[in-house]
């Protein structure tokens, strides 16, 4: 959990900001099902997808929500696979998404508005959201219900109004939310626009900070274009020092003390400027493209802010690019492609516009996902978020969030908890800051606090089948480590992996683990069993829980196992939205 805009802000600052987002999500309201004119909305929008398996989830989603009148039409929506071969990260994506789109519009694409959504990858820290993706994470919000891309597409209402013809970056997991008073935010410079928001220097040592020529005046606008000498990524707080990164703001706060009618009181704070998103116009995307079709094939991942927007700012130097601390997977042909984009970007215009009274969440983790949806009152202000949306549950729940859920009298759950597209019976008792997912619960169960339960609908050797990933909530899905002998330094539910392998029955050994892969970790572990019923798959997963808890054996080694790896290459993206369908059906016959 974190925010961008960490500052004191007065609370007629916080009633403005309240205020600008709902007309905005009111307007994007009017429009949903309903053709939009030229000039008045995006007139592209981009998904792109880390494979092709990936695009074709997204598609139908697409597909099913345009049908549903949930999306604004005339409008011409796209997904985008990275192509075949290595990872190139959301860099690469961008390049490979003009390319695309060169080839579907030609000329006419200098003419255009286009909205770029990186929504690549397999989620692994919010893995409710793997199999079809964090553009489509449902949020307890709207009628019908919002998900991401609904919330990106109203949040960034304004912006095609104001906007020459070119490209806004953005990814998929993260909300900004900003007032700008009585000015716009308009993308009309030539090269890059980006927006930045006040931040602790905590909060920049984990993303982008701009180091900005001195403001000219003392007081802070909740909109100001500022020049850019220069852009950090993911600084240390001694280099943002150093680089003249950090300002002091004077906050202001009216108090009413006893005796007077109010006195104004000050608060100097230490802020940095960070990112969210950018805009690039379309004389330089055309630039940027030329430069990825000399290249042939991108041979490595790079990324759309660490690798463009180092080389911007008036002050900018190659430096970066011979630094990999911030890199995933050390590629040797990364510094050299690096290079060639700092000569090719060098001296291109960074133009910053700055947004003072600006929040930024993220919520691609389980942790983050579930404070901003139970917890989280100032994004619930903010958004109007519901504790209850589109669902049937007959008793409040105080710091419970349910979406699209059906849940029976009978039922209970804890607090700090989310649960979505689910069905719960009588005798189900979900613990304390839990995600449950796409879950039909019907025998008497208890789910331990701390738990992770999301099903999958799979199409197994042309049969439909089902399989639940079960976990807590702390485990790393994203650790593996390099042979067997390290195995017993995973952990599932704060317990040795080995233990709770002798717990259910299994047995150490290579076939445990999908993939040709030489790393082990619990995403490629073959622990979870198959299963022809949804609600039996969701028990014997959730008994591996509660094995854990209990410590008393619950033996799976006579099951059909599957890694989580494997279930999503086995998702059948069709049988889960039927399921949502019939949820839905349900749901609306009882309100």
Known sequence: MHFLGKMMMSSAADVLLQKETRRKLEQFDKIRGKKVQTGEFWDIVVITAVDKQQEAAYQQQLCKKLQRSELPLGVQYHVFADPQGAKIGNGG????????????????????????????????RLPSASALGKIFTALPMGNPIYQMLELKLA????????????????????????????NEIKFDKPGFTALAHPS??????????????????????????RSCRRFLHKPSVQLMHQAGAVTTRRDSEWSSLKGHGGEMTRVNSEIVYTDSLFYVDHSTAKKLLAFYKELGTLPCEIDAYGDFLQALGTEATGHYTKNTANVTTEDPQLVNVREKIFMLLKGTQLNVTVLNNSKFYHIGTTKEYLFHFTCDEKLKAELNLQSKTFSIISRKAASVCVIHS????????????????????PEVSVGENCIISSSCIVTKTNIPSSSFVYSLCLNIDGQQMYATISCGL????????????EIDSLQYCGMRFLQCMDLWGLKVSELMFSGKSTRFGLWNARIFPLSFSLSESVMMSVGMLNTVHSRSPFKISDQRLLSIEEMLSSKDVEGMLLLRCKLFEDISVQL
């Open 93 to 124: 994506s961008t390049l490979y998404a003009l390319e695309r789109l060169e080839l579907l519009y030609g000329e006419q694409l200098d003419h255009l508005a286009v909205l770029l959504i990186h929504a690549g990858g397999y989620s692994q």
């Open 155 to 182: 949040t960034y209402i304004d912006f095609p109004r104001h906007m020459i013809p070119g490209v806004l970056v953005t990814c998929a997991d993260d909300i900004e939310l900003y007032s700008t008073g009585t």
């Open 200 to 225: 602790s220097l905590t909060i920049g040592t984990t993303h982008g900070v701009f180091v900005l020529e001195p403001s000219a005046s003392l007081d802070y606008q909740d909109l100001e274009y």
């Open 406 to 425: 059906i849940l029976d009298p009978g039922s209970s759950v804890a607090p700090g908890t989310v649960i979505e597209y689910c069905r719960l019976g």
């Open 474 to 485: 702390e485990d790393d899905l994203k650790r593996n480590v390099k042979s067997l002998s």
